[in-house]
C-alpha cells in the first residue's frame, strides 16, 4: 500500500515537472521577458515623449519671438508709414494755402512797378513788393510745386528788371535816345512779366486740381 502511494506520488509529481516544463515554464519564461521589453519599451517611449515636448517647446518659444519680431517691425514700418502720410497731407494742405499767395504777391509786384513806382530812387519801400515775393517764395520753397517755383522765380527776376528800367528811365541828364530805350525795356519787360503770369497762374490751376 505505502508503495503503491510512493509510486503514485513519484509518477504524479513527475507528470507535474513534465508538465511545468513543457506548458508552464516557456510561458513565464517568455512573459517575464516581454515584460521587460515592454517596460523597456515604455522608457524609451517616455524619453522619445520628452524630448518630443522639449522640440515642441523650443519651436513654440522660436515661433514667439519671430512673431514678436515681425509685430515690432510691422508697428515700426507703419508708424513710419503714418508720420510720412501726415507729413505729406501737412505738406499738401500748406501747398494749398501758399500757392495763391505766391500768385498774388507776383501781381501785385507787377501792379506796383507798373502803375505806383515812377522811377524815385529803390529805397526799401520801392524795393518791398519785390522783397515781399523774394522772401516769401524762399521761406516757403519745399511747399511750392516745383514747376511753379521755378515760374515764380522767373516772375521775381522779370519784376526786378522791370523796376530797374524804370528806373533808369526816369534819370536826370538822360538824353533822349537813352530815356526811350529804356521805357521799351520797360514795356518788353512788362509784356514778358505778363505772358510768364499767365504761365505761373496755368502751372497753378493745374496743381489745385491735381
Known amino acids: 500500500m505505502d508503495f503503491i502511494k510512493m509510486v503514485t506520488s513519484f509518477v504524479l509529481g513527475g507528470g507535474l515537472v513534465t508538465l ?4 508552464g515554464l516557456p510561458n513565464i519564461i517568455q512573459k517575464y521577458i516581454q515584460g521587460k521589453i515592454d517596460r523597456k519599451l515604455d522608457i524609451l517611449r517616455i524619453e522619445q515623449e520628452k524630448e518630443l515636448q522639449k522640440e515642441i517647446e523650443d519651436i513654440k518659444y522660436t515661433n514667439s519671438l519671430a512673431l514678436a519680431e ?8 507703419y508708424q513710419k508709414l503714418e508720420h510720412h502720410f501726415s507729413v505729406k497731407m501737412e505738406t499738401l494742405k500748406k501747398e494749398f494755402d501758399v500757392l495763391p499767395v505766391v500768385y498774388e504777391k507776383v501781381v501785385r509786384a507787377e501792379s506796383f512797378y507798373k502803375n505806383n513806382y515812377h522811377g524815385q530812387k529803390l529805397n526799401s519801400v520801392a524795393l ?6 523774394k522772401n516769401y517764395l ?3 520753397k519745399f511747399y511750392i510745386n516745383e514747376e511753379v517755383y521755378v515760374l515764380a522765380k522767373e516772375c521775381e527776376k522779370t519784376v526786378f528788371k522791370m523796376a ?4 533808369k528811365s526816369k534819370e536826370v ?3 533822349i535816345t537813352e530815356m526811350q530805350f529804356n521805357e521799351e ?4 519787360y512788362s509784356k514778358i512779366l505778363n505772358s510768364q503770369i499767365d504761365d505761373l497762374e496755368g ?4 496743381v489745385l486740381k491735381s
Open 20 to 23: 511545468l516544463l513543457t506548458w
Open 70 to 77: 515681425l509685430n515690432n517691425n510691422f508697428k515700426n514700418e
Open 128 to 133: 518791398q513788393p519785390f522783397a515781399d515775393l
Open 138 to 140: 524762399t521761406l516757403n
Open 164 to 167: 530797374m528800367a524804370k528806373k
Open 173 to 175: 541828364n538822360l538824353t
Open 185 to 188: 525795356k520797360f514795356d518788353n
Open 203 to 206: 502751372a497753378i490751376r493745374r
